[in-house]
Nanobody, 124 residues
């Protein structure tokens, strides 16, 4: 069985919205969303600390994306508004039980558990 399973990707027009979900097998202390566009490196875009709910966002998605969690359902969400063509990519959920500084929560080297990704395509 997979530790993390993403869903909610799809195709939308610029300016549209999508909500991604990631169901986890356990309550991990730190979870984050990453994305990878074709030919580009994987980019950390939003992370959250389970206790207290502190969050961190990449500048490219601030004010447009919101990361949240439902601890009871062991589910991580990413609400994406005002989508742009440059938001197109494969979106991954990542998790780790190890304590992380919020400064490191968008660093993919810090995460050991990964989902298989869900595709988001934004057309102009």
């Amino acid at each position: 069985s997979q530790d993390l399973v993403e869903s909610g990707g799809g195709s939308v027009q610029a300016g549209g919205s999508l909500t991604l979900s990631c169901v986890a097998s356990a309550n991990f202390n730190y979870m984050a969303w990453f994305r990878q566009a074709p030919g580009q490196a994987r980019e950390g875009i939003a992370g959250i600390r389970r206790r207290g709910g502190s969050t961190s966002y990449a500048d490219s998605v601030k004010e447009r994306f919101t990361i949240s969690q439902d601890k009871g359902k062991k589910t991580l969400y990413l609400q994406m508004n005002g989508l742009k063509p440059e938001d197109t990519g494969l979106y991954y959920c990542a998790a780790d039980p190890t304590p992380l500084d919020l400064d490191d929560i968008l660093d993919d080297r810090r995460f050991r558990f990964w989902g298989q990704g869900t595709q988001v395509t934004v057309s102009s």
